[in-house]
């Protein structure tokens, strides 16, 4: 059975740190290409960060390049996402998306709330 469940998030004030975790099960995750999506209310998901399969390529979106930092575990079929110098515009439903050809898996979610 294919699961992606993301965990790590929470309240956390301006200027703080969250470290967001997405682990897979039911398929080979070291062959998909591992991406974090974010959905604030009333917005259009957008992609955040994305990795290779491999590790050996990043991409972030141009609002958080310099404060979040995406990585992966292949041994423990796990993405991350460290997010750092948190605003109150990052708060949002994210999500991790497994990517290999015509194969997309998608997670569940994970609240990130930054307010003081």
């Known amino acids: 059975q294919v699961q992606l469940v993301e965990s790590g998030g929470g309240l956390v004030q301006p200027g703080g740190s969250l470290k967001l975790s997405c682990t897979a099960a039911g398929f080979t995750f070291s062959m998909y290409v591992m991406t974090w999506y974010r959905q604030a209310p009333g917005l259009a998901r957008e992609l955040v960060a994305g990795?290779?399969?491999?590790?050996?390529?990043?991409n972030y979106t141009d609002s958080v390049k310099g404060r979040f930092t995406i990585s992966r575990d292949n041994a423990k079929n796990t993405v991350y996402l460290q997010m750092n110098s948190l605003k109150p515009e990052d708060t949002a439903m994210y999500y991790c998306k497994a990517t290999y050809g015509p194969s997309r898996y998608w997670g569940q979610g994970t609240q990130v709330t930054v307010s003081s």
């Open positions: 990795i290779s399969n491999t590790g050996g390529s990043t």
